[in-house]
């Protein structure tokens, strides 16, 4: 396996505050990973480091190879979708689409737009504004742009919030085939429910790595949440 992201002996502070200290990780290439924990833990810290936002006080960040704390070279290897939506909510599906795109620099996107539309069930929605979408239909939206100029990484922050059973079920589903496909992603959430059994699932405490581990071979549900009645228990 190839490493997809690495990030190694990383050191983090906000002023006196540190958050991550020799904080290491690795992503293997194609693999789907749910960062868990508590409020607090370095989550979306961790999130930022790899999407080239902040950069470490020590240590490497390194994205498909490339060290984001040198060149951030990698930075368009890296799709995000974050909790805010990133959409412009006056436009249409598809004026949204182009936007994005002209800002990556694609010249003839058409295609790649009609694929993503067809890969998250958004067909005969081109044309109507953002404003009109159900919740569902705006992370969809929110994802495929997001993947829109084939990043090799796919970070989501809780990318289900507030939707009901069934868009829930979509957005995984897709997001899981997009591993499928070769695109790592790191998915932040609080909903073990979201998982599948082969996932790897890291949960993080106070900026350190305390379980990794296959979803099922960490107990599933239960058993993660078992695990952690105990202790600080992250947010199930
Ligand atoms: N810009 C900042 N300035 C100062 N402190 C910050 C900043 N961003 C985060 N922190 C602090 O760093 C710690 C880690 O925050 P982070 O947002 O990475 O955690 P998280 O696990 O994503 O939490 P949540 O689940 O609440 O989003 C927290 O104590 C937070 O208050």
Redesign the pocket.
Known sequence: MTDAVVLEDVDLS??S?A?LSQFSLRLDQGSFTALL????????????LIAGLILPDQGDVRVVGQSMSQTRAGLRDVGMVFQQSALDPELSVVQNLRYFAGLHGMKKPTERIAELLAQFGLEGREKSSVRDLNGGHRRRLEIARALLPRPKILLL?EPTTGLDPASKQAIVEAVHDMSAQGVTVLW?T?LLDELWPEDDVIV?QS?MIVSRGAFAELGGAEGLSQHYASNERP?L
Request: hydrophobic letters at 25%; a positive charge.
């Open positions: 906000y002023g505050r958050v924990g508590p409020n607090g833990a370095g989550k979306s810290t961790i999130f930022n922050d932040i609080h993080l900026g947010q």
